[in-house]
């Protein structure tokens, strides 16, 4: 964050980070959260988009994204995208951003270490099934408005940065997430 070196995003078709290898994020029914540090040079964009395919398609969907107007959105895929609406963000700021999801608690998105908002009702998951799973960060790249988009359909590439990205295959308590906030 602070001290320790961010990936920067220009907000290029070519500006993103992919990781691969995801299994608990293709599963369904298998609980999962996604943790990392977001600074936003635009009120727009896709920060964490999930894809059973390397081009950003396939069995697709931004997990975690701004809306036009700087709203942070969590979303999860159960037959249908589910959208949480969570706080609108400012400009050049560092922001802590945790999404969880478990059958028994549902969607849960954390900011700066509080739970501003969960969607208990999203109490499935349906997951594409079949290895891999990329995770791209900063761009839906050829799955923008071809995935499970929901609230987050047509995000363009993410400006900004992003830091200390993590995939738990499990459900993050409100004291791991105080934890990492703290660390």
Same mark, same amino acid.
Request: aromatic share 14%.
């Given at each position: 964050?602070?001290? =320790?070196?961010?990936? =920067? @995003?220009?907000? =290029?078709?070519?500006?993103?980070?992919? %990781?691969?290898?995801?299994?608990?994020?293709? &599963?369904?029914?298998?609980?999962?959260?996604?943790? !990392?540090?977001?600074?936003?040079?635009?009120?727009?964009?896709?920060?964490?988009?999930?894809?059973?395919? +390397?081009?950003?398609?396939?069995?697709?969907?931004? @997990?975690?994204?701004?809306?036009?107007?700087?709203?942070?959105?969590?979303?999860?895929?159960?037959? /249908?995208?589910?959208?949480?609406?969570?706080?609108?963000?400012? +400009?050049?700021?560092?922001?802590? /951003?945790?999404?969880?999801?478990?059958?028994?608690?549902? +969607?849960?998105?954390?900011?700066?270490?509080?739970?501003? #908002?969960? +969607?208990?009702?999203?109490?499935? !998951?349906?997951?594409?099934?079949?290895?891999?799973?990329?995770?791209?960060?900063?761009?839906?790249?050829?799955?923008?408005?071809?995935?499970?988009?929901?609230?987050?359909?047509?995000?363009?590439?993410? &400006?900004? %940065?992003?830091?200390? !990205?993590? /995939?738990?295959?499990?459900?993050?308590? #409100?004291?791991?997430?105080?934890?990492?906030?703290?660390?």
């Amino acid at each position: 964050r602070w001290s =320790s070196p961010a990936i =920067s @995003f220009t907000g =290029s078709n070519t500006s993103y980070f992919q %990781a691969i290898g995801f299994t608990a994020l293709r &599963i369904s029914n298998h609980e999962f959260s996604i943790s !990392f540090w977001v600074y936003p040079e635009s009120l727009s964009g896709t920060l964490v988009h999930v894809s059973s395919s +390397l081009n950003g398609t396939g069995w697709c969907m931004p @997990f975690i994204g701004l809306t036009g107007n700087g709203s942070l959105v969590a979303q999860i895929y159960n037959g /249908v995208t589910l959208s949480l609406l969570g706080p609108n963000v400012s +400009l050049s700021t560092w922001y802590q /951003v945790v999404q969880t999801w478990s059958p028994a608690n549902g +969607l849960q998105l954390y900011v700066n270490s509080w739970m501003t #908002y969960s +969607l208990s009702s999203a109490a499935s !998951f349906l997951a594409s099934g079949s290895p891999p799973m990329y995770v791209t960060l900063a761009n839906s790249l050829f799955g923008s408005g071809n995935c499970h988009g929901g609230m987050l359909n047509s995000t363009m590439p993410f &400006i900004g %940065a992003i830091d200390d !990205f993590r /995939v738990y295959s499990r459900e993050l308590t #409100y004291d791991d997430v105080c934890t990492i906030y703290n660390t």
